[in-house]
């Protein structure tokens, strides 16, 4: 032991060197320990590629910050290093954390859940799975009309859900509403075109304007909510070409589409057996006056 205090007395430059080289060697198999847990943890290739790279990067980083402020006498206390080392591996993995946090989050809270369709950071879809890290969703619209699937399955980091709004189609109340023009020609029976709308929404609208009512209850008194009308209605507004007729109602959230196109149909047929009494509008244009213009054709020889 004398022998040994006598050669670090002897020889500091040696020492100090070795006590670096003990130093770097612990930082390098902090950052190899974290490698491991990584590759043993996350399971999505991308993310624990990007992890492992990005605590590789910073290690070596502050090995450079370590060895600089070492050999100049900056850094004295070894406690202080270490608890920069660990706020570098927060800092590093920051995105990898709010995606852990944010999928407790939805888990807790309920956000939303395989099942249901949701839009969030502007991608709409139906959520088909829920992981640790990502949310997967079935995307629809895009360059598809309406609410169709697009055919994308869509990864999204659960950490969105810190960052902006979610939009929930489907949790408390499965229903939304939703609307659609028809323009009526001038002349045509007002009251008549008024009935058949009406009465063929309500036919086809029966079952979700039921359904709805029952449930809608339940979100009045779950929220801070005004009542709401939830049979169809109808508003008439006059246009420079025609009386447009504007039908809201309510319907399921996945039968959007198929349940404006029967409402289409069945109200085009039912305005046919009116036999010219109600007519469906065109954009038109009336000319009316024209002048009369002559020409004189001189020729000459």
């Not at 591996?89 to 852990?100: K, M, N, R, V, W």
């Not at 309406?146 to 980091?157: A, E, H, M, T």
């Not at 304007?209 to 009308?229: C, F, L, R």
């Amino acid at each position: 032991m004398e022998r040994l205090n006598q050669w670090i007395t002897e020889n500091p430059t040696l020492y100090s060197i070795f006590k670096f080289i003990l130093l770097a060697t612990f930082v390098l198999a902090i950052i190899q320990l974290f490698r491991r847990f990584l590759r043993k943890q996350v399971t999505d290739a991308s993310v624990r590629y990007k992890s492992q790279k990005g605590i590789e990067i910073f290690g070596y980083v502050i090995l450079i910050l370590l060895s600089f402020s070492y050999f100049t006498g900056n850094i004295k206390d070894f406690t202080l290093a270490i608890g920069l080392f660990s706020a570098g591996i927060a800092f590093t993995l920051q995105e990898l954390i709010l995606s852990i946090a944010g999928s407790l989050y939805i888990f807790i809270v309920k956000v939303y859940k395989p099942g249901e369709r949701i839009e969030i950071n502007d991608i709409k879809g139906d959520v088909i799975d829920v992981d640790s890290i990502y949310t997967t969703m079935m995307e629809i619209g895009q360059w598809v009309s309406s609410d169709n699937y697009s055919g994308r399955i869509v990864k999204l980091s659960n950490a969105f859900v810190f960052k902006g709004p979610i939009y929930n189609y489907s949790q408390d109340f499965p229903f939304i509403w939703d609307e659609f023009n028809l323009p009526i020609r001038y002349g045509s029976n007002v009251e008549l075109a008024k009935s058949i709308i009406i009465e063929t929404a309500k036919e086809i609208l029966s079952q979700f304007t039921a359904n709805s009512k029952t449930q809608w209850k339940a979100v009045v008194n779950k929220y801070y909510i005004e009542d709401a009308m939830l049979d169809p209605t109808l508003a008439i507004s006059l246009t420079d070409n025609w009386i447009q007729f504007n039908l809201r109602y309510i319907v399921d959230y996945k039968k959007r589409r198929f349940t404006k196109h029967t409402l289409h149909d069945k109200i085009n047929l039912e305005i046919k057996r009116t036999n010219g009494k109600v007519l469906l509008a065109s954009t038109t244009l009336e000319i009316i006056n024209m002048t009369k213009t002559k020409f004189n054709v001189e020729t000459k020889n």
